[in-house]
């Protein structure tokens, strides 16, 4: 039995420009905060060498057999130093976060309300996984950046050039020493960029992955299990995880093999110094503690130097992160239609094809007319074409080609939200939200009052129930709430339509749970929902064809026949024998 998991079409990764962009967009509101920052870890890196250049003078006054005044003088600055840049260092932290956090969330509710506003089919075709890894892992990632990467990679920004310039100023011939550590780092890091970036976009892509396996298997736990299938999803994650563990090994073991390049850097430069303050004392070009303070200056910067080296792990990680945030946030949006589609419009598909592969077209040339407050039932044979054809007239599937008009209203290129107003999609999969049986409603309209919520439950049947939940409508119910049978999350959908109020009306298997004992009234919500509005009613039991004013007929992908029940049935064509099969 094969195991192999579907390939997925992952939502784009932006750009280093286009995120670079972004992340100055985020924070250039800010100006003052970042202006505050900036100030505040140059504070930090001044207080920082102001201490060796004391210890310097001190080595010399003892050498010099100067007075303790010059040593207590020396003694109080490092003091003073240490305390301006424990305040300062607070104060950068302070603003930093004061800063970047309200950008960081931000901009995690902009790729979140941009993929809830995605089409289905987008969403679909990433995997869940992809989306939850962005919002989750990739923000963490950021997180975790603003909390340590960033305010390191400042300091030690700070403290390198601070550091430097005290070196230069010492003697311009001990700063040439240090800088012949240059050629030993530069080479480490055109060593290891090259090579570490690939491995990061692998990484998060792989934790995509991983999380895509989990969500899926977790979610479809009861249907696996009923088919026996659940190993098959265990060793999918099992897969999966060892992947991702594997990229992160990979990662660790050249992050080492760096550290050691890193190492020889820091013996060549401190033994540059070193022999250039040696021979300076010897000519009495500078004092031994001159040559004391470049030596110190130099080892100051190993942790400096190394943390900016180092932290391209954690800079290459977040820059992965940011740019799969920055590649769901600058999806580019549909402009808001201010078209609206008129009084009593005619929901028209013409020329419409669809193909979810390019060389298998699911749709060929449909051609559909439905008449303001026309019912019409779409059957057809399993893989027909019926689902796809119910959501690209719902407009949640853009069609391969061809044009979807709702009046005046082209729902192909309308933004979502004005397709939303008037064309109203049921499936079989709806979903009770965590809250409120109130806030379950007033998704569809949140200026509705109570005596309208209710007249909404009482016309889809839901009132018996609803007014027996403990505290009505507001019981909470879905995860960590009253539980609500399939059937009653159906006539819940249903009600938020009457809410809604629609123009149009798509039932995708809208009562599949009319099976159950709850039949016939979910049939009653479900003519309530679409009475006196168009209406496509995606029929899977042919029970739900026959009250239809007219009955679409596909066939692997076409539309091959309509009419009404008893002229289809009396034509002897393929309606007749689909009625004939399910009849018997």
């Known amino acids: 039995m094969s195991t192999q998991a579907p390939t997925h079409d992952l939502l784009p990764v932006a750009s280093a ?101 995605l089409e289905t089919a ?187 080296l180092f932290v391209f792990d954690s800079v290459q990680s977040s820059g992965a992160a940011l740019a799969r945030l920055a590649g769901v946030a600058l999806i580019p949006r549909r402009p808001v239609s201010t078209q609206e589609p008129g009084p009593a419009p005619d929901l028209v598909l013409q020329g419409v094809h669809h193909a979810y592969e390019a060389d298998r077209e699911i749709l060929s040339a449909i051609d559909l007319r439905i008449a303001p407050g026309e019912h019409v039932a779409v059957v057809g044979s399993t893989g027909a074409g019926k689902t796809t054809l119910g959501s690209i007239a719902a407009g949640t599937i853009e069609p391969t080609a061809g044009t979807v008009r709702l009046g005046q209203l082209d729902l192909v290129a309308a933004d979502e939200a004005t397709v939303r107003r008037h064309v109203a999609l049921v499936s079989q999969e709806v979903h009770v939200f965590a809250g409120s049986l109130r806030d379950n409603l007033v998704l569809a309209r949140a200026d509705a009052d109570d005596e309208l919520l209710w007249q909404a439950l009482r016309r889809t049947g839901s009132e018996p129930w609803a007014r027996a939940l403990p505290e009505q409508l507001d019981t909470q119910v879905g995860d960590l709430g009253a539980p609500l049978s399939p059937a009653q999350a159906q006539q819940l959908a249903l009600a938020r339509v009457l809410l809604l109020d629609p123009q149009v009306v798509v039932l995708d298997e809208a009562t599949a749970e009319a099976g159950s004992s709850g039949a016939r009234e979910l049939e009653q919500a479900a003519l309530a929902a679409i009475a006196g509005r168009s209406a496509i009613v995606v029929a899977h039991r042919l029970a739900q064809a026959q009250s239809a004013d007219r009955i679409v007929v596909m066939d692997r992908g076409r539309i091959v026949e309509q009419g009404t029940h008893e002229e289809l049935v009396s034509s002897g064509g393929r309606y007749a024998d689909l009625w004939t099969a399910w009849a018997s």
């Open 122 to 308: 987008r969403i679909e075709a990433a995997g869940i996984g992809d989306i939850v890894s962005r919002v989750g892992d990739d923000v963490r990632h950021l997180t975790r950046a603003l909390d340590e990467a960033i305010p390191l990679l400042i300091n030690s920004l700070a403290a390198v050039v601070f550091t430097a310039g005290g070196l230069f100023a010492l003697d311009w011939r001990l700063g040439l020493a240090g800088l012949g550590a240059i050629p030993c780092y530069v080479f480490a890091l055109r060593w290891y960029l090259p090579r570490s970036a690939p491995f990061y976009a692998r990484q998060r892509t792989a934790e995509g992955e991983r999380a895509d396996a989990l969500v899926t298997g977790v979610h479809g736990a009861s249907t696996l299990r009923a088919f026996g299938r659940e190993h098959d999803a265990l060793e999918r994650i099992d897969r999966r995880s060892q992947e991702a563990v594997d990229i992160t090994v990979g990662v660790f073991r050249l992050y080492t093999r760096f550290g050691a390049r890193m190492n020889s850097s820091e013996f060549v430069g401190l033994a540059l110094v070193l022999s250039a303050g040696f021979l300076l004392v010897r000519d009495d070009a500078v004092t031994v503690g001159a040559a004391t303070t470049a030596a110190l200056f130099f080892h100051r910067l190993f942790n400096p130097i190394g943390a900016l």
């Open 17 to 117: 420009r286009d995120t670079a962009v972004l992340a100055w967009r985020m924070v250039r509101g800010r100006a003052a905060g970042l202006a505050l920052t900036i100030t505040s870890f140059l504070v930090v890196g001044l207080a920082g060498i102001i201490p060796v250049l004391m210890i310097g003078r001190v080595v010399d006054a003892v050498r010099d057999g100067s007075d303790a005044s010059v040593i207590h003088r020396a003694v109080a600055v490092m003091v003073v130093s240490g305390i301006l840049g424990g305040v300062f260092a607070t104060l950068s932290m302070a603003a930093l976060a004061h800063t970047v956090a309200p950008a960081l969330a931000q901009l995690r509710e902009d790729v979140l309300d941009r993929a809830l506003h």
